[in-house]
């Protein structure tokens, strides 16, 4: 490898400094928070080429003076999102590449992490495409496995965002303008009447439908949709409730409901994004669910407001006094009881896996979405911290807490982001060998990805699908196969084994 003299590399930072005029920074993401030091509004991609690229080549391929290609899946690992920080901060001496942590701050140096990841992940799809499917059949790490279609585009799906089971084997499926259907062998039958009416505004309406571990004895079903304001119906807030099928002839009826959880009217709110929305038992008692910051990120961070939190109640929706913040001081600062674990963006997956840890997956801003292993009281961080940067392109923080910040990092963080949305996990009896993974779907990503938890970390990933359309829910059937809930195209395929 060619060492480079580093003479060469003293560089002229008053002219990149410059070379973003005042006139032409970028404003801030919308749905940034404004609290968050920005200390340089530079352009990632701009800094990255007029700094970097004359030696890790402007798609990150290499090549000048004989630097590496890091256009490799080793290199692609998470593994070294630190020591790419580190080499970038603090140089590479015997490699000629000098430290930059003299010029740029550390959310600068991490938004060059970033962009290099997006970089890699280009190149690695470019280099080795998507999941294969020889004579239909696709090849993984401990399964082979064939995609086919249960519910076609031709059923009026329109934007399907859940499925679950009833023991019978019916399919309930949530579409996000406000029908329920049941599916028996793959035909949508007729929309359920009775669902509560929700308010479609950008990312929101009916969205999570989950049928009660005991549905055979108590008849519950559970919903999270977004409920219209009284006063301003284009306001909403995401609303929990559960109720009854009651079936008459060919009709059914959504009947008994109940309220699990609703905020105060002065929470709803016109914005169109974050609704989180899934909801899942501990089979102890407790309802579990995840409702997103709704673009107020810093009110995940306020125990008193309800947004980007996980909550946890008794099945009944009463507030269990266990929780971490019930206590009667909680109540006098205002603190709501439900609340579990804080400091989330948007959590749209949520699971128990079979050692009974609940986990999620939550979309970042622009890189970085995460899953996390949830602890009882416990931050995560949004948005003080983050692996993502400013859809704008400029830095946003550095994905590690600072001296005296206890948040907990992710297990693992998909860099760059698939929109992570859906998550379950494999449970057989259909692909025994991937049993207790973590199987979680990507709207942008438009795809699902396996990944292996061992002591609460990421041990081992792989894409299972890519590219049939954006992946609103992954769902796994009482027989082990995995329904994965399509938007663009509506529809919904299933992973059978093939062998
Ligand atoms: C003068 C050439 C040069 C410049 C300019 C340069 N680097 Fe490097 N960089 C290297 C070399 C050489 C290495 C050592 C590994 C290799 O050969 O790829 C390296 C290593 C790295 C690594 C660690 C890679 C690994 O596999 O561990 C990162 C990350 C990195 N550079 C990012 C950057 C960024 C970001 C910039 C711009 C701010 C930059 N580099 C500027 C030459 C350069």
């Known amino acids: 490898m060619t060492k480079w003299p580093k003479a060469l590399f003293v560089l002229p930072w008053a002219a990149v400094a410059c070379a973003v005029p005042m006139a032409s920074r970028p404003e801030p993401a919308p749905d940034g928070p404004p609290n968050v030091e920005q200390n340089q509004r530079i352009n990632v991609t701009k800094l990255y080429d007029d700094t970097c690229a004359k030696c890790h080549g402007n798609a990150a391929q290499g090549g ?128 359920i009447k009775g669902v509560p009416a929700v308010a479609e505004i950008g990312q929101g309406g009916l969205m999570e439908v989950s049928v009660h571990p005991n549905y055979a004895k108590n008849g519950w079903v559970y919903l999270a949709y977004t409920e219209p304001g009284t006063a301003n119906p284009r306001a909403g807030f995401t609303k929990i409730v559960r109720g009854k099928l009651r079936a008459a002839g060919e009709e059914t009826t959504w009947s008994d409901q109940q309220t699990i959880f609703e905020v105060s009217q002065d929470n709803y709110s016109g914005s169109g ?8 038992f501990d089979g102890k008692g407790h309802v579990f669910f995840s409702i997103g910051e709704r673009g107020s990120g810093e009110r995940a961070q306020d125990l008193t407001r309800p947004n980007g939190k996980i909550y946890r109640l008794n099945e009944d929706g009463t507030i269990p006094a266990d929780n971490p913040f019930a206590s009667a001081a909680d109540k006098e ?12 963006r948007n959590p749209q997956g949520l699971v128990f896996d079979l050692n009974g840890d609940l986990w999620d997956t939550e979309h970042a801003p622009r890189g970085g979405d995460e899953v996390n292993r949830i602890e009882k009281g416990a931050n995560y961080g949004w948005p003080i911290v983050s692996f993502g940067i400013n859809y704008n392109d400029s830095p946003y923080s550095t994905p590690w807490p600072k001296a005296g910040q206890n948040f907990r990092m992710p297990a693992y963080r998909w860099l760059p982001s698939i929109g992570a949305c859906g998550l379950d996990l494999a449970k057989g009896p259909a ?30 990933h792989e894409e299972l699908v890519h590219g049939m359309g954006r992946v609103r829910d992954v769902a796994t059937a009482p027989d082990g196969t995995v329904y994965v809930v ?14």
């Open 64 to 191: 000048g003076g004989g630097t590496r290609s890091l256009i490799t899946e080793a290199a692609f690992e998470q593994a070294n999102d630190k020591p790419f920080f580190d080499a970038i901060k603090n140089g590479v001496p015997d490699m000629g590449m000098e430290a930059f942590g003299g010029t740029l701050s550390d959310e600068a140096i991490w938004s060059l992490v970033v962009h290099i990841r997006e970089l890699q992940a280009r190149g690695l799809r470019e280099k080795n495409g998507s999941p294969k499917a020889a004579n239909g059949v696709y090849s993984s790490k401990y399964h082979r496995y064939r995609i086919e279609t249960v519910v076609d585009t031709d059923q009026g799906l329109v934007t399907p965002w859940a499925v679950d089971w009833l023991p019978d084997g019916r399919m309930l499926v949530t579409n996000r303008g406000g029908t329920l259907n049941l599916v028996v062998n793959g035909k949508v039958g007729p929309a």
């Open 273 to 280: 994004i974050h609704f989180g929305s899934r909801i899942v």
């Open 333 to 344: 600062k205002g603190h709501l009881g439900a609340i579990w674990s804080y400091g989330h």
């Open 431 to 460: 692909f025994a060998k991937w049993k207790g993974d973590l199987l979680a779907g990507g709207l942008s990503g438009a795809n699902v990805e396996r990944v292996r938890m061992k002591n609460g970390q990421m041990v081992e």
């Open 486 to 499: 399509l938007n663009d195209p509506h529809k919904i395929v299933r992973l059978v084994p093939a062998d």
